[in-house]
């Protein structure tokens, strides 16, 4: 069976060097149509306001260059990166190894089927909670006693895509997004995802209401990367790369504070091609630039739904409970992992259990994701038919929340990294102090985080 890889770079220049530089050339890697790309770069990617006009960037020339190709099996692709693994390390430049890499496929965490919301270990009872037992749940009234609404920050939400009317209707405010072009298809920001679910039923939808909720004076972005269906896939790696380059040096290197919600991940690793070859190397490109975003911005991702009990049906007997469900980018010690509870505090057995991937320890650091919960499995107040669910609703709460202190604690004075450590201190436990798989270091309490902060 064919494989899919990628070769990546910041420029043609720098991606021509690092591969000469290996002893590799552009045309050994099967170019598009043979044709190796012109230009500086070949990102698809293009900045859109919130109307759907052009952003003149000329920054964005030279960001990213690079393609998908395919190899004949499993084994071919291993040798490929093996040996090219060794050759970079053996001229002291490992860094280099991750201009070549595996294509991945990734899921939405949303899934909440009917029932998932109780199984062994998780309480009792098949009800729902409500939106407002959640709120008192993390104490989301300090925010309104402190007069935090997320003012001035900006949050893009990494996703299938989000509606702009959608947005507008909560009364949010829509800062526009990023539209990408590829052989004639477009797709572009603000549109909502395209798989046939109704508005407020759509994944974005589910997230924007939280989001909203805790912080409504923020302006949302839309980064349309994920798609609706698996059978979408179509290189997803590289659109990522090049989607997430862009993301960094055009918008991030704007005025913040910058928020990035992502409620995506790898549910099935089988589906990985070569396993760990992404979910267990920190080198992979991809694992690497979202690394080098949350250096300097709070970077929220959903823990994912593979507990030991009611696990995602998408995912495999390998692939559930402690220690090996939570993988990539979502697993990674600089970004903030989300799992969820029930509004009464119960943790859902269906949430991903950690710590992070093996592969990611180091003498130094050990991954303890997650890093804490929030609520989940609930409806809105006054409709029942509206409900959200998956570590994908609690990753938004934590990212809203995120985004109405950072009006308070700006990134200048408070490091992405010492408000996830706020969060984990401020975080209400659930067991014996410290962390635990289930729920990290508690669940999330705005009034202690506040009080951490203000420390």
């Known amino acids: 069976m064919a494989v899919k890889l990628y070769i990546f770079d910041e420029s043609k220049f720098m991606l021509a060097t690092n591969l000469d530089a290996v002893g590799y050339s552009l045309s050994d890697f099967n170019p598009p149509a043979g044709l190796i790309p ?22 964005a020339a030279g960001l990213g260059y690079g393609w998908s190709f395919e190899v004949g099996s499993a084994a071919e692709a291993r040798t490929l990166i093996d040996d090219f693994r060794n050759r970079a390390r053996s001229i002291g430049r ?17 899934l909440a089927e009917r029932g998932q919301h109780w199984c062994s270990n998780s309480g009792h009872g098949y009800h729902f909670g409500t939106r407002r037992l959640g709120r008192g749940l993390i104490a989301a009234g300090a925010l309104g006693d402190k007069k935090l609404t997320g003012k001035g920050v900006k949050v893009f939400l990494v996703d299938q895509g989000v509606s702009q ?49 805790l912080a409504p004076d923020a302006h949302f972005y839309d980064l349309p990367m994920i798609p609706g269906r698996i059978t979408d896939v179509e290189s997803f790696t590289i659109k990522a790369l090049f989607g997430l380059f862009f993301l960094r040096y055009v918008y991030l ?3 913040g504070p910058w928020v990035i919600l992502n409620a995506w991940g790898i549910v099935d690793r089988f589906a990985e091609s070569l396993r760990g070859y992404y979910t267990n190397d920190p080198d992979h490109y991809l694992n ?27 995912s495999t007997v390998y692939d559930r409970g402690p220690s090996r469900s939570i993988w990539g980018a979502n697993g990674l010690s600089d970004v903030t992992s989300v799992g969820a509870v029930r509004t009464d505090g119960a943790w859902i057995g269906a949430s991903s259990q950690g710590p992070g991937p093996e592969g990611f320890v180091t003498e130094t650091d050990t991954p303890k994701k997650p890093d804490l919960c ?17 570590t994908s609703s609690a990753s938004a ?21 010492e408000m996830r450590r706020a969060l984990q201190d401020g975080a209400r436990r659930v067991t014996s102090p410290g962390w635990n798989d289930r729920t990290g270091f508690g669940i999330l309490n705005l009034k202690d985080t506040m009080t951490q902060l203000s420390a």
Request: charged letters at 15%.
């Open 288 to 314: 690497h630039l979202v690394k080098l975003i949350a250096q300097k911005h709070d970077v929220v991702f959903a823990a994912g739904n593979s507990g030991q009990f009611c696990s995602d049906p998408r």
């Open 374 to 390: 929030a609520p989940s499995w609930f409806v809105e107040d006054g409709n029942a038919h509206l409900r959200s669910g998956g």
């Open 165 to 213: 009317t959608y947005i507008e209707g909560l009364g949010g405010t829509y800062g526009g997004g990023m539209s990408w072009e590829v052989d004639g298809e477009v797709k572009f920001p603000g549109q909502g995802s395209s798989n046939n679910v109704r508005l407020p039923h759509q994944h974005g939808s589910m997230l924007m209401r939280s989001l909203i909720e």
């Open 38 to 59: 012109d230009g500086p770069s070949n990102n698809p990617w293009k900045a859109l306001g919130p109307d759907d006009e052009p952003i003149n960037q000329p920054q």
């Open 94 to 110: 490992a860094d280099i190894s991750r201009v070549l890499g595996i294509d991945v496929t990734p899921s939405s965490m949303g």
């Open 253 to 255: 290197s704007q005025t």
């Open 397 to 417: 709460v934590v990212a809203g929340a995120i985004a109405a202190l950072r009006e308070g604690w700006d990134v200048s004075t408070v490091a992405p990294a």
